[in-house]
């Protein structure tokens, strides 16, 4: 966005204001995000930390509008089940009538706990179908051209700092909030 106004600043800077500042642009731009459908589509990436592949869960709806973001240590049962329950907690989402997941078989457990914890409805329907996920595989592309020549991160602190930052200005540059 400075680049665009004709105002040179280093990439370190940038660095530094994504780090302090990322967290609480995220909780103020929460606030103003337009609501999303009902048909969810979720999935992970890789993201490399520290020398190891950590993940990125994400979910967005059948518009492509991200719902919600979550790094995680690990690709388990109780991680897609933390970051479930982190996008169903977020206000401008909807409960979701359909769940598109791949073939990871930790989504059907991780679903079924939390339609036995009545967090999720039990007429939500769970479609494991590899092509309904396209679209958020394609709305990954837009973290990996940024991630991939920072060749990974230092700390998973930093990461999911700056991964708070990237999705925030994807949500501003796809036009997500209401002003």
């Not at 520290?50 to 492509?64: F, H, P, Q, T, W």
């Not at 991680?79 to 073939?103: E, M």
Request: proline fraction near 4%; aromatic fraction near 8%.
């Amino acid at each position: 966005m400075l680049a665009e106004r004709g105002v040179e600043v280093d990439h370190t800077t940038i660095m530094r204001w994504v780090h302090q500042y990322s967290p609480e642009i995220e909780k103020k731009v929460c606030r103003y995000l337009k609501p999303t459908n009902d048909s969810w589509r979720v999935d992970e990436t890789y993201i490399k930390v520290e020398g190891e592949y950590k993940y990125l869960y994400r979910a967005v709806d059948s518009d492509g509008n991200t719902i919600d973001f979550m790094l995680s240590a690990k690709q388990s049962r109780k991680a897609a089940k933390r970051f479930l329950k982190k996008a169903l907690g977020s206000k401008h989402n909807q409960i979701p009538r359909a769940i598109t997941v791949d073939k990871n078989p930790a989504y059907p457990i991780a679903i079924d706990e939390l339609k036995n914890d009545r967090v999720l409805p039990q007429n939500v329907n769970l479609r494991q179908i590899k092509y309904f996920n396209n679209i958020v595989e394609q709305d990954h592309r837009s973290i990996k051209r940024i991630v991939r020549p920072m060749l990974g991160f230092q700390s998973f602190h930093t990461a999911s700092k700056t991964l708070k930052g990237v999705e925030i200005m994807n949500l501003i540059k796809k036009d997500r909030l209401i002003l």
